[in-house]
């Protein structure tokens, strides 16, 4: 039998601390002529605590600083754009082209971001312009986006939880931080809320709505306990944990836009206006956590890609017609699911927006709890996926 064992879990384990010793690394590196002390400590705003989970470090000034933005984002997008298409689409195009367009997607965002970071940094005085300073932190932060992205690739094919841990480190730096720079009746309420919220979470993540299913091909003891499962909550926290990347893409388009029309008062208007700190800002991040929710949900879950499976496999849903009738069956029990996760989602972080927005906690944690969600659903997965490799190692030696 100890032949047989392997250590799968152990193997990937290793990979994936060597993997965070590295990045660890990488965060500690300064830009080149950066001047660490034009950063004083100081309370983070309430849209920076939640950018710091996707990106290298607090103040963004290292040569990770735009951390594993530019993967997630080039990802997503891949992904999005894969799952539109459809399961022939996915099955004519190759794997090896899918990751060369969103290596190139990644290089894209990559050097935006770090064009529109550059903007903002403060560097010491030197014999080089800001210009050229400014040109060598934008080589240095897409060299270090390159760096991150193949950690994380690295991660997800020999490691544990993909790019996850990045983000998991993201956010106990970024807890920290916040409990360090704050008192704790400053802290009480949003800690409070932020227990009730991964609370919540962690329900929604584990209760599990059962389908039964009428299998074919089983014909024993076990055809009863065959089902189609739904979570509570489809796809997790990923619409809290993405939105901010969509929210940063108006507020990038119109930075950009004011680096070339200084003067313009309405791009000034919109770019106040477009902050997690106003009511206006705060109601398009709660719009756009309600609307992936909705979109993802259903890409991700694709019913109607699970009544064609179900239709040439023979199989069925008890009680329904296969075909048109088992794709509306499933399209409104996931609809029903999707609109309930995504009410409570937005109803947990109105709540906390709101608070921030009349004064009863401080605005620099209004998106706290949107940490602590986060950070729950991803200790969650982790968990899952651990546990599958774990049991791997312990049952190989049965096959």
Same mark, same amino acid.
């Given at each position: 039998?100890?032949q047989n064992r392997t250590y799968e879990l152990r193997r990937r384990l290793l990979v994936t ?28 705003? !309430?849209?920076?605590?939640?950018? !710091? ?22 990802? @997503? ?5 894969? =799952? ?18 969103? %290596?190139?997607? =990644?290089?894209?965002? =990559? ?9 903002? %940094?403060?560097? +010491? ?11 060598? =932190? ?29 983000? @998991? ?18 802290? +009480? ?19 599990? #709505?059962?389908?039964?299913?009428? +299998? ?27 939105? @901010? ?21 309405? %791009? ?65 029990? @996931? ?8 009410c409570v989602l937005c109803l947990l972080m109105g709540m906390s927006l709101g608070l921030a927005l009349q004064g009863e906690i401080p605005t620099? %944690? ?14 969650? #997965? ?8 774990? +049991? ?8």
């Amino acid at each position: 039998m100890e032949q047989n064992r392997t250590y799968e879990l152990r193997r990937r384990l290793l990979v994936t601390i060597l993997i965070l010793i590295l990045y660890l690394a990488g965060r500690s590196l300064l830009l080149y002529g950066i001047d660490p002390t034009a950063y004083p400590p100081e309370r983070p705003g !309430s849209q920076n605590i939640l950018v !710091s989970i996707i990106s290298g470090d607090r103040h963004r000034y290292s040569v990770f600083a735009l951390g594993i933005m530019p993967y997630i984002t080039s990802n @997503l997008i891949a992904w999005l754009y894969t =799952a539109v298409r459809g399961s022939d689409f996915r099955m004519r195009i190759s794997q090896q082209k899918i990751e060369r367009s969103t %290596l190139a997607l =990644a290089a894209a965002v =990559a050097v935006v971001s770090a064009v529109l970071r550059a903007d903002k %940094l403060k560097f +010491r005085v030197s014999a080089l312009n800001v210009d050229a300073l400014k040109a060598i =932190a934008v080589l240095e932060m897409v060299a270090g986006a390159a760096v991150v992205y193949l950690l994380a690739d690295l991660n997800r094919k020999r490691g544990a939880g993909g790019q996850t841990p990045i983000i @998991l480190v993201n956010i106990v730096d970024n807890l920290f931080w916040t409990a360090v720079g704050f008192s704790w009746p400053e802290l +009480r309420k949003p800690v409070a809320l932020s227990l009730v919220m991964a609370a919540v979470i962690l329900v929604m993540e584990n209760v599990i #709505f059962r389908i039964p299913v009428q +299998r074919v091909s089983i014909h024993n003891e076990y055809a009863d306990k065959s089902y189609i499962a739904f979570k509570l909550d489809p796809i997790g926290v990923m619409p809290v944990m993405f939105a @901010l990347s969509f929210f940063m893409i108006p507020q990038g388009i119109v930075g950009f836009l004011l680096m070339i029309f200084e003067d313009s008062q309405t %791009l000034r208007l919109m770019d106040a206006r477009l902050s997690l700190d106003d009511p206006v800002g705060a109601c398009i991040y709660l719009g756009i956590i309600f609307g992936l929710n909705l979109i993802f949900s259903f890409i991700m879950v694709a019913p109607g890609e699970m009544s064609d499976q179900l239709r040439k496999s023979g199989d069925s849903i008890v009680g329904v017609y296969a075909g048109k009738k088992t794709k509306r069956y499933l399209q409104k029990r @996931l609809l029903l699911l999707v609109l309930f996760s995504g009410c409570v989602l937005c109803l947990l972080m109105g709540m906390s927006l709101g608070l921030a927005l009349q004064g009863e906690i401080p605005t620099e %944690l209004a998106l706290l709890p949107a940490t602590t969600m986060t950070l729950t659903g991803i200790l969650c #997965f982790l968990y899952r996926e651990v546990k599958t490799y774990w +049991r791997f190692d312990s049952y190989l030696f049965f096959m």
